[in-house]
């Protein structure tokens, strides 16, 4: 599976239904290793955030499927901003 487990804001934000997961701070966009349909478990990565000069490896914070996908390599992100949204599978 291409699928990683890393160390990283795993715990990074998630709105109160849970099914998105958020940006923790401002940063841009380094690498996405999810597409929409993708079948996801907690602790997987989902895309790497850089801020402030480290890269923040930001992790599923649940089981399921992605259901959308908001941002690409390279995009600049506000703190608060839906970077996926992982939905039942």
């Known amino acids: 599976s291409r699928r990683q487990r890393a160390r ?3 715990g990074a934000g998630r709105n109160h239904n849970g099914a998105d997961l958020l940006a ?3 940063g841009t966009i ?3 290793a999810i597409e929409e349909g993708d079948e996801v478990s907690q602790g997987d990565l989902i895309c790497v955030l850089e ?3 480290m890269e ?3 992790l599923a914070h649940r089981d399921g499927r992605v259901t959308g996908v ?3 390599a390279g995009d600049a992100v ?3 901003a839906v970077l996926a949204t992982i939905a039942d599978a």
């Open 24 to 26: 923790p701070m401002q």
């Open 78 to 80: 506000e703190r608060g």
């Open 8 to 10: 990283g804001a795993g």
């Open 70 to 72: 908001s941002h690409t």
């Open 51 to 53: 801020a402030m000069k």
């Open 56 to 58: 923040n490896h930001l």
């Open 30 to 32: 380094v690498t996405v």
